[in-house]
Nanobody, 118 residues
Framework: QVQLVESGGGLVQAGGSLRLSCAAS?????MGWFRQAPGKEREFVAG????????YYGDSVKGRFTISRDNAKNTVYLQMNNLKPEDTAVYYC??????????????WGQGTQVTVSS
């Protein structure tokens, strides 16, 4: 069983930055982030593969967000820069045995709120 624990959400002004963290217990997997804003469907944000550390992003965050991974800590980070009000959402860490943007993740974190004020 894999458990995912997120941290790092909060309130920030537009143009600011936040960094989310997701610590995973258990074996190493493909990992990444999704988000869901009120009244909207869950949206893929970013992913990083395992063991080859390839990264990929949703179109709405390309050039602003960066995903990275600390293998020793089995932790994934999402650096979010130039945040916009439309980035406001609950952000969920996800992990799976296959690429999470294509296949449904096997595991989900509890979610962390990110609010961007204008």
């Amino acid at each position: 069983q894999v458990q995912l624990v997120e941290s790092g959400g909060g309130l920030v002004q537009a143009g600011g930055s936040l960094r989310l963290s997701c610590a995973a217990s258990g074996r190493s997997l493909h990992m990444g982030w999704f988000r869901q804003a009120p009244g909207k469907e869950r949206e893929f944000v970013a992913g990083i593969t395992w063991p080859v550390l390839s990264t990929y992003y949703g179109d709405s965050v390309k050039g602003r967000f960066t995903i990275s991974r600390d293998n020793a800590k089995n932790t994934v980070y999402l650096q979010m820069n130039n945040l916009k009000p439309e980035d406001t959402a609950v952000y969920y860490c996800a992990a799976g045995s296959r690429t999470i943007s294509v296949y449904s993740p096997n595991y989900w974190g509890q979610g962390t709120q990110v609010t961007v004020s204008s």
